[in-house]
């Protein structure tokens, strides 16, 4: 059964960065297309960024790009997000999601395995 853990989350003050991680075990890393998703309080999840399984594509939401960065090391079934330039709109739980099938990969429904997800909040 695979799990995930994310790391990394925090209180920063707007204009300031921090960098995600999300451990994978369980399960074959290199072959899924890894995510991560954001939800606000009252607010619904919602896609931030992907990147494929060999990491060599990337696809970002519209309101992080130029500012956030997804990268993977297959060697340490790991998944980051640099995150750079922090708004107060930015401020959410932030989940890390793994693919197997590489479809619909900005669909929170096309995802199989969740981790528990990791508090951002930023302060204006």
């Known amino acids: 059964q695979g799990q995930l853990v994310e790391s990394g989350g925090g209180l920063v003050q707007a204009g300031g960065s921090l960098r995600l991680s999300c451990a994978a075990s369980?399960?074959?890393?290199?072959?899924?297309?890894m995510g991560w998703f954001r939800q606000a309080p009252g607010k619904e999840r919602e896609f931030v960024a992907h990147i494929s399984p060999s990491g060599r594509n990337t696809d970002y939401a519209d309101s992080v790009k130029g500012r956030f960065t997804i990268s993977r090391d297959n060697a340490k079934n790991t998944v980051y997000l640099q995150m750079n330039s922090l708004k107060p709109e930015d401020t959410a739980l932030y989940y890390c999601a793994a693919n197997l099938y590489s479809t619909g990969v900005r669909d929170s429904r096309s995802y199989n395995y969740w981790g528990q997800g990791t508090q951002v909040t930023v302060s204006s």
């Open positions: 369980g399960l074959t890393f290199s072959s899924y297309t």
